[in-house]
């Protein structure tokens, strides 16, 4: 008869040396793009049936190399639950019975009700910890995402499920870099940590499900047929052919569109920690690009300190990029090889102002009133 692999100590961990294979697998993926997070106080130790919480950069390729992996081991075997298009469940089994589950998220973080304002994982794996762990004699490097990531994923976590305390006395473990990390959060999410972090639990629910049935009342307000018409015939709408329009941080659905003079456009914009709507002449993306045109020498200092305020942890090296991406995208459409593509917010302001405030394409709505364009074409949300 063969021994359970799964035999484990009075604690509930796994058997040693399945705890070796696993911390062996990451060991083994270690240049390939991927972070373990919300890592357990006792890790490496692993309790039986528990989970391990994966980020990765390539899905297929992860999927690949865990199957080669663990196909070595005769008693193991792997069963994949598909959770959504941004999350798949490995459920890792030994001598068929279910041992640890590892949750791998990728292309971007799931955030519910919470507006994720920009996809964080290339900086996540760009910021990783190298984490040398000793355990039973042998030493494993294992990714691991950095403590800002760390205590944001957390903080997202705790906002979606207040009911996991484990997250909170973390987060209260670690209150003076949390305290720190308030414009790093803020670049990301709109959210007041210390309101999350006194949230009542029984208010918190109550307060849930009023949002879903307001919510609930105002989607099927502004996705009625008749009313989206009767509101939005003067801007020129019309139905167009469903499509999903990949804006890096997320993925719109769209189904229809307007037409309307540039100046009614409004963006968000974020200074000095609050977000405020403002129309795109008067911002520093449409000053910094009208500038640039003029004189390719144009000096570049305002444009940066905005866009340091919008990001405290921004280094030199990442201003020019973003600037460096912005001044590509004006020089590609100027050689007429561009098209642009507007999203805007299916909200009252759209309904009952007629004023359309821009979900993406800041850059390209400062570009196209650079290049004296009247009228453009918008995209209207359905997410």
């Given at each position: 008869m063969i021994k359970k692999a799964i035999k484990k100590d009075g604690l509930n961990h796994l058997q040693t040396r399945d705890i070796v294979n696993i911390l062996g697998f990451f060991d083994?993926?270690?240049?390939?793009?991927?972070?373990?997070?919300?890592?357990?106080?006792?890790?490496?130790?692993?309790?039986?049936?528990?989970?391990?919480?994966?980020?990765?950069?390539?899905?297929?390729?992860?999927?690949?190399l865990l199957n080669e992996y663990f196909h070595q081991f005769?008693?193991?075997s792997i069963n994949k639950i598909e959770k959504s298009e941004w999350k798949t469940f490995f459920d890792i089994y030994i001598d068929n019975e279910f041992v640890i589950r590892l949750d791998v998220y990728f292309k971007k973080h799931p955030t519910g009700s919470l507006i994720l304002?920009?996809?964080?994982?290339?900086?996540?794996?760009?910021?990783?910890?190298?984490?040398?762990?000793?355990?039973?004699?042998?030493?494993?490097n294992i990714n691991t995402a950095s403590l800002s990531y760390d205590i944001l994923i957390r903080i997202i976590e705790l906002y979606l499920y207040p009911f996991k305390t484990h997250h909170?006395?973390?987060?209260?473990?670690?209150?003076?870099?949390?305290?720190?990390?308030?414009?790093?959060?803020?670049e990301y999410i709109d959210v007041d940590v210390n309101k999350v972090l006194r949230r009542n639990l029984v208010f918190f629910l109550v307060k849930k499900y009023l949002y879903k049935f307001k919510n609930l009342v105002k989607r099927k307000f502004l996705f009625n047929k008749f009313i989206e018409q009767f509101f939005l015939k003067s801007l020129n709408f019309k139905y167009e052919k469903k499509k999903v329009i990949d804006i890096g941080w997320t993925k719109?659905?769209?189904?229809?569109?307007?037409?309307?003079p540039i100046e009614t456009i409004n963006i968000n914009l974020r200074t000095h920690n609050k977000l405020v709507?403002?129309?795109?002449?008067?911002?520093?993306?449409?000053q910094f690009i009208r500038g640039y045109s003029a004189d390719k020498n144009f000096p570049r200092d305002n444009y940066k300190n905005y866009l340091l305020d919008q990001s405290k942890e921004s280094n030199s090296k990442s201003l020019e990029l973003k600037i460096a991406s912005f001044i590509k995208l004006y020089d590609t459409y100027q050689k007429g090889d561009a098209v642009f593509?507007?999203?805007?917010?299916?909200?009252?302001?759209l309904y009952f102002r007629k004023s359309p405030i821009l979900l993406d394409g800041v850059h390209r709505l400062a570009i196209l009133l650079l290049d004296d364009v009247k009228f453009v074409k918008c995209y209207i949300s359905d997410n």
């Open positions: 083994s993926i270690n240049e390939t793009k991927y972070c373990i997070i919300k890592e357990n106080f006792e890790f490496p130790q692993l309790k039986l049936q528990s989970d391990i919480d994966v980020i990765v950069e390539n899905f297929e390729l992860f999927e690949q005769k008693n193991y304002k920009k996809n964080f994982y290339d900086d996540l794996f760009s910021q990783k910890t190298i984490k040398k762990i000793k355990f039973n004699s042998l030493e494993f909170k006395k973390y987060l209260n473990q670690n209150i003076k870099k949390v305290k720190k990390l308030e414009f790093f959060i803020q719109v659905k769209v189904s229809s569109s307007i037409k309307v709507v403002s129309n795109i002449e008067d911002s520093p993306h449409y593509e507007l999203i805007v917010q299916r909200n009252k302001s």
